[in-house]
T-cell receptor
Framework: DTAVSQTPKYLVTQMGNDKSIKCEQN?????MYWYKQDSKKFLKIMFS???????INETVPNRFSPKSPDKAHLNLHINSLELGDSAVYFC????????????FGPGTRLLVL | AQKITQTQPGMFVQEKEAVTLDCTYD???????LFWYKQPSSGEMIFLIY??????QNATEGRYSLNFQKARKSANLVISASQLGDSAMYFC????????????FGQGTRLTINP
């Protein structure tokens, strides 16, 4: 009965490859997010979807493309991976109303060699 | 633009003592939410406590309380009777209540509880 799940948990890949991270939530939330945590532990929003519609698209290279097939799923595809993409990527979800907490997935640790 | 500042990169506390983790914020919004998350060494982000900008009382959740001083724009986390399992990174975050409602995080404070 995991609330927000991500796969894979670890991802080690070579520069230039394309990879995807999947996220699923079973909380009945209508909004999902991708955050990036860098090597200094700083967390920053990347994207957000509400009912499959993109509502946040921060300054992220266009090599990163989110896709939301339905309200419960938000995937992140990364093309042409670079060394600087190495980070922990967190998926989160919430209801899009006031005072609603965002619940985070376990994170995907991406290492680009 | 919203900004969260956590000025304590690291803190060391004796087990069973109370600890206060500082958080100040900056926003021009009248309505906002403040959150604290815990990130243990295993890496997951655990929600601890929430304070709404219009809440008149400080939020409490078990051993966690939020010392909310709106005029000073501070939202400090107080952990009472600290335990070894409290050792972790702690993040303060703010969410705008209008628009896209993204969370803006502070730099985090690494708390170490000594036996």
């Amino acid at each position: 009965d995991t609330a927000v799940s991500q796969t894979p948990k670890y991802l080690v890949t070579q520069m230039g490859n394309d990879k995807s991270i999947k996220c699923e939530q079973n909380l009945g939330h209508d909004t999902m997010y991708w955050y990036k945590q860098d090597s200094k532990k700083f967390l920053k929003i990347m994207f957000s979807y509400n009912n499959k519609e993109l509502i946040i698209n921060e300054t992220v290279p266009n090599r990163f493309s989110p896709k939301s097939p339905d309200k419960a799923h938000l995937n992140l595809h990364i093309n042409s991976l670079e060394l600087g993409d190495s980070a922990v990527y967190f998926c989160a979800s919430s209801k899009r109303t006031e005072q609603e907490t965002q619940y985070f997935g376990p994170g995907t640790r991406l290492l680009v060699l | 633009a919203q900004k969260i500042t956590q000025t304590q990169p690291g803190m060391f506390v004796q087990e069973k003592e109370a600890v206060t983790l500082d958080c100040t914020y900056d926003t021009s919004d009248q309505s906002y939410g403040l959150f604290w998350y815990k990130q243990p060494s295993s890496g997951e982000m655990i929600f601890l406590i929430y304070q709404g900008s219009y809440d008149e009382q400080n939020a409490t959740e078990g051993r966690y309380s939020l010392n909310f001083q709106k005029a000073r724009k501070s939202a400090n986390l107080v952990i009472s009777a600290s335990q070894l399992g409290d050792s972790a990174m702690y993040f303060c975050a703010m969410r705008e209540t209008q628009g896209a409602q993204k969370l803006v995080f502070g730099q985090g404070t690494r708390l170490t509880i000594n036996p």
